[in-house]
């Protein structure tokens, strides 16, 4: 897994739920509101049962904002097939999931290779074992906390192992979380070593979204502090 520092807290707001006929106003209110990066849900209506948006979107919003990180979320079958035009579109991470893909480490070589860092996806069923042995190959872990397809479901606590197991085994690694992360759940993905925080509705639905960015920052910030001190 690639990195030799300490993983830093990123926040970066899933706009699934916010209102997409204004998409580009959306994100820049997301990204002055404090967000580190944004996160950018795709689905297929084939591995999720939900549909969303792709590459067309994605490169009218980068002129929009040039400098802003995109973590394309691939909730898509044959992840493979759209790894050129999330490039070309301007994407800076692309986010598979291991489920959807039948060669992950040519997958991930390929998406390397185009520029873009490399997320890979579990999807509450799934073992962390079933991408170890391709831990060179990525740089973002995400370990989804619900069913991926929906924003707005309860968090799953019971991810939280999967979290601690990879930030002891793999202490450079980006871990994401998604799924039912907000003011009340943030500590415990905190506390297990997240790094890289996806809220939705959390954030795009609350009045000041720049208080609960700050107060999920808060969280991660103190957690990260204490592990060091620990160390
Ligand atoms: C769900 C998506 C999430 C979703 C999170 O499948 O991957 O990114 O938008 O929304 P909340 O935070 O509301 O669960
Ligand atoms: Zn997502």
């Known amino acids: 897994m690639s990195g030799h520092s300490h993983p830093s807290c990123?926040?970066?707001?899933?706009?699934?739920?916010?209102?997409?006929?204004?998409?580009?106003?959306?994100?820049?209110?997301?990204?002055?509101?404090?967000?580190?990066?944004?996160?950018?849900?795709?689905?297929?209506g084939h591995f999720?049962?939900?549909?969303?948006?792709?590459?067309?979107?994605?490169?009218?919003?980068?002129?929009?904002?040039?400098?802003?990180?995109?973590?394309?979320?691939?909730?898509?079958?044959?992840?493979?097939?759209?790894?050129e035009s999330m490039?070309?579109?301007?994407?800076?991470?692309?986010?598979?999931?291991?489920?959807?893909?039948?060669?992950?480490?040519?997958?991930?070589?390929?998406?390397?290779?185009?520029?873009?860092r490399v997320g890979v996806g579990l999807k509450p069923g799934t073992p962390v074992e079933t991408i170890l042995p391709y831990?060179?190959?990525?740089?973002?872990?995400?370990?989804?906390?619900?069913?991926?397809?929906?924003?707005?479901?309860?968090?799953?606590?019971?991810m939280m192992s999967k979290v601690q197991y990879l930030r002891t085994n793999f202490p450079y690694l980006d871990i994401e979380v998604d799924g039912g992360v907000g003011p009340s759940t943030i500590d415990v993905c905190a506390e297990a070593g997240a790094n890289m925080i996806v809220s939705g509705t959390a954030i795009t639905g609350a009045s000041d979204p720049s208080q609960v960015i700050a107060l999920l920052r808060n969280s991660v910030e103190n957690a990260i502090q204490k592990s060091q001190l620990e160390r």
């Open 10 to 44: 990123k926040i970066g707001p899933s706009i699934l739920c916010a209102d997409l006929s204004c998409l580009a106003d959306e994100c820049r209110r997301m990204m002055q509101s404090g967000a580190d990066y944004l996160h950018l849900d795709v689905m297929d």
């Open 48 to 83: 999720v049962p939900n549909l969303t948006f792709g590459h067309p979107i994605v490169k009218c919003l980068r002129p929009k904002m040039p400098d802003v990180y995109f973590d394309m979320h691939m909730m898509v079958q044959n992840p493979e097939k759209w790894v």
């Open 87 to 116: 490039a070309d579109a301007g994407a800076n991470q692309y986010t598979f999931h291991a489920e959807a893909c039948e060669d992950i480490p040519t997958l991930c070589r390929k998406i390397q290779e185009s520029g873009m």
């Open 135 to 158: 831990s060179d190959l990525f740089d973002v872990v995400l370990i989804m906390t619900v069913e991926p397809g929906f924003g707005g479901q309860s968090f799953m606590e019971d």
